[in-house]
């Protein structure tokens, strides 16, 4: 079960796609990514690509976050989404695609976010390329903080070339989850 663990919508139960497709972040660390962020969400833009449940954005929402976009390729997972924003009656600060994660980073170049939840499929290796299309299209702040959740430790996967632009602020472990916040630039 998961719910949203603090703020204007603590304790709703949210719904997550049945089956293998999506694995929900734990509760145990998503607690840990937001003690992290706990000062920079006030007010904050949030991008949560391979969305799922949508449970990260809305728990930045419920926290004070202005505004939350959530994607993700699934149309199940965007129902589920959509329903969890409406339980939490955030929904209002939400922008919901079903679109593949490049498609919308193609169509929004330029649109800019404070914090960017990165979570694909383990074995799908997808955030090296989520982090470069993001790079790419100019929609990151010198000051954006980005949560990747993998099940490699190396976020990068030995792309040196990309690492470069980043800042590692934190790499934690949680199981087989490795949580790594980033920050652009270096």
Do not use: H, W
């Not at 919508?9 to 840990?32: F, H, N, Q």
């Not at 962020?37 to 949030?46: K, M, N, P, Y």
């Not at 959530?70 to 922008?95: F, H, P, Q, W």
Request: aromatic content about 6%.
């Amino acid at each position: 079960m998961m719910r949203i663990i603090t703020g204007k919508a603590k304790g709703v139960r949210l719904l997550t796609l049945e089956g293998e497709a999506t694995r929900p972040t734990t509760e145990r660390t998503k607690e840990a990514v937001f003690s992290m962020l706990q000062f920079d969400i006030e007010g904050r833009s949030v991008l949560e690509l391979f969305a799922g449940s949508g449970q990260m954005s809305l728990e930045a929402l419920s926290r004070g976050a202005a505004s939350a976009v959530m994607t993700d390729k699934s149309k199940d997972a965007v129902k589920i989404i959509k329903t969890n924003a409406e339980k939490t009656r955030l929904s209002e600060n939400c922008e919901i695609y079903n679109c593949e994660y490049g498609e919308y980073i193609r169509k929004n170049q330029g649109k800019r976010f404070d914090i960017v939840f990165i979570d694909p499929p383990y074995a799908s290796n997808l955030c090296v390329k989520a982090l470069s299309e993001l790079v790419s299209a100019d929609m990151l702040k010198t000051s954006t903080l980005i949560i990747c959740e993998t099940g490699n430790e190396d976020v990068f996967l030995g792309n040196a070339e990309l690492e470069n632009k980043f800042e590692k602020l934190k790499a934690v472990r949680y199981g087989r989850s490795y949580i790594t916040v980033l920050t652009p630039g270096k």
